[in-house]
């Protein structure tokens, strides 16, 4: 039987993934002779070839690619089982890490946090927040249990992961009470006034864009505006409308901070969606929340 070193294993695992032997040595914090020493070596465990040179570029071999299909099993099953016992019911509370895009709307992150306590009242959570990009890169590595991302990710895109829909939120433009009086024809009088955007990385923006070239508006672009707070916050300003889910501007709508242009939109809606990576042995947390968390949302 091959006894195969594991170690060697894993720093051919890292280069394949870092893309060459300098960036694995800074991510090892090893000197680039030891770390080839230990390719060569487990090469010639192997009797294979696993790297070859693509113009001057490390380039892995078709018998390498299937060890690192199989190094990508075994060291996320290993991260696995740390995670298990991590998470493994004890006198210690219950730990999740939870990431949300950027993008998606801190009111939908609240609820999010409220389910978590309401089913394990002295869980551990630590929520970061970044761009799509980096929320994936953090939950493929299982630095993160879980995402909250209003973008869908088609399954043969990222077949690695679970996804849920948690359910779609309607989207209404609104504007400042000054600023909605303009608009006495929707939505033809948005032509009228600035109009703020999300950036391109949400869907709202290209579902808007489109609305807006089938109704034949041409409107002032003000600006685009990423965090969803900090939009409404504009447009409670005066700065110009948005497109904004109803659920972020609930409360705005009451009390009249906020004015929607159309009652009877109808045609835009943001959907929310949980991801966790696919694993033996999910978070208890994570996999209550994928299984049973179906939030209530704003109707039409």
Not at 5 to 20: D, M, P, Q
Not at 101 to 123: G, H, M
Not at 218 to 231: K, N, S, Y
Request: aromatic share 6%; net charge positive.
């Amino acid at each position: 039987m091959l006894a195969l070193n594991h170690h060697h294993l894993y720093y051919f695992w890292v280069v394949a993934k870092e893309g060459s032997v300098t960036k694995a040595c800074k991510k090892l914090l090893l000197a680039q002779p030891t770390v080839s020493s230990q390719i060569i070596q487990l090469e010639k465990s192997l009797g294979k070839k696993l790297f070859a040179r693509d113009k001057k570029r490390l380039a892995l071999t078709e018998d390498g690619r299937l060890v690192l299909d199989y190094a990508e099993a075994i060291f996320n099953t290993a991260q696995e089982l740390l995670d298990a016992l991590r998470d493994r019911p004890t006198q210690r509370s219950l730990r999740i890490q939870a990431g949300v895009v950027d993008q998606v709307s801190k009111q939908v992150a609240r609820l999010l946090l409220q389910e978590i306590y309401r089913f394990k009242p002295d869980a551990h959570v630590t929520l970061l927040e970044g761009t799509q990009q980096a929320m994936l890169a953090e939950l493929a590595s299982h630095a993160v249990d879980v995402v909250l991302t209003n973008v869908e990710i088609p399954v043969d895109k990222a077949p690695e992961f679970e996804r849920v829909a948690l359910g779609s939120l309607p989207v209404i433009f609104v504007a400042s009470p000054a600023l909605s009086r303009k608009v006495k024809t929707f939505p033809s009088d948005l032509a009228k006034i600035p109009l703020l955007l999300p950036t391109q990385a949400s869907p709202v923006w290209g579902d808007s864009q489109h609305y807006l070239n089938k109704s034949k508006v041409e409107p002032r672009i003000a600006g685009e505006i990423q965090d969803v707070e900090l939009l409404r916050q504009l447009v409670i300003d005066g700065v110009g409308a948005a497109p904004i889910n109803k659920l972020t501007v609930a409360e705005d709508l009451r009390s009249g901070r906020l004015i929607s242009l159309c009652r009877d939109q109808g045609q835009l809606e943001e959907t929310v969606w949980l991801l966790a990576k696919k694993r033996h042995r999910l978070n208890p947390i994570a996999e209550h929340l994928l299984r049973d968390y179906r939030p209530s949302l704003p109707a039409r």
